[in-house]
């Protein structure tokens, strides 16, 4: 508890009125100066007697780079006091509205900003404090919360539809590898059996002609792609973003695919939720190496170092910025009178969005 500079200055008044009263009698400063005692004792009453506000911090949604996320914080007060709450944005956020709210709270109340994801990884935002005031502002409390709330930003996913049509096609061929591919046993033909499923040469052989149908391994890990990526230098940024680019890239033409990085793998899987999750571990991912075992089993592998990332597929190295496009883009502005790399900014922000909403 402590004075405000109002507070302050009420007291420097008092002063001066008391050594003024010494010199010229009290009775002609009494209206001035007891009312200002007064108001400032009842100022340190209020304070004191106020309770701890009751805060929950509600959850924030992940998002992509460039997104915007609102933070609603719960506050609980016994009764109504001026206060002023303030919330610490942490690295890799900016906000896009004052995190110091000055407001009225009486009951349940809910204070909000909204906050911008600047940078990949699990960012955070808080501790929050929040300061009360008595109705005349002289005298001011302060309550400390070390609570946070992570806020998980995505890497960036580009869309990789605007590079060249073989590198495009050498990735794609990967998300062919069906189940189908291997075979389990023969049984007897069932009225919506796909035709192509039918083993005519075993049909041909068999006594009363009847129809046989090819059955297939039932194997999630069958026809599944596996993506690795690793970083060797510091450039982890990057490396995130071209496997999370591959991921979803694989994801969206029907593939079920897996995870392997430095800090964590993921079994193949298809869907909405196993997409966060490729994104989710993306997101928080260092640099590391992997081992040689592991990156000859992996279908794709993300490299990254020094020099940039390449995307090996059957050990054909593709430039990740050749993927994208990038190699092909011209540096003076378009017809439209915008730049290669502002026109590359806002097809990412796009890409962004649209897969954000896919998840």
Known sequence: MRLTRRGWAVVTVVCGAVLLSWQFGPRALNAVVVPLVVVLLAGLVTAGRTTRPRVTRHSVAEGFIGEERRVEIAISTDRAVAATVTDAVGDGLSATTDPVIETTLDGDETVAYDVRLERRGERRVGPLSITVTDVVGLVERRFEYEASTPVLVYPRVR??????????????????????????????????????????????????????????????????????????????????????????????????????????????????????????????????????????????????????????????????????????????????????????????????SRRGTAA
């Open 159 to 352: 869309d990789l539809g605007r590079g060249p049509a073989t590198d495009i096609q050498a990735l794609a061929g990967v998300a062919d590898r069906h189940v189908h591919d291997e075979f389990d046993h023969l049984r007897e033909y069932r009225r919506g059996d796909p035709l192509r499923d039918v083993h005519w040469k075993s049909a041909a052989k068999r006594p009363t002609d009847d129809l046989v149908v090819t059955e297939y391994a039932d194997d999630e890990e069958v026809g599944a792609v596996t993506v690795a990526a690793e970083c060797r230098s510091d450039r982890d940024d990057e490396m995130a973003s071209a496997a999370a680019s591959v991921a979803t890239y694989l994801l969206e033409l029907g593939a079920t695919v897996g995870l392997v990085v430095p800090d964590g793998t993921l079994p193949p899987e298809s869907g909405r939720n196993h997409h966060r999750e490729l994104l989710g571990l993306l997101a928080v991912t260092t640099p590391g190496e992997l081992e040689t075992q592991t990156k000859r089993d992996a279908d794709v592998l993300v490299r990254t170092d020094a020099d940039g990332t390449t995307v090996v597929v059957d050990d054909r190295d593709l430039p990740f910025d050749r993927l994208c496009g990038r190699g092909r883009r011209r540096s003076a502005r378009d017809e439209q009178g915008e730049s290669a790399s502002e026109r590359d900014g806002r097809a990412d922000r796009e890409t962004d």
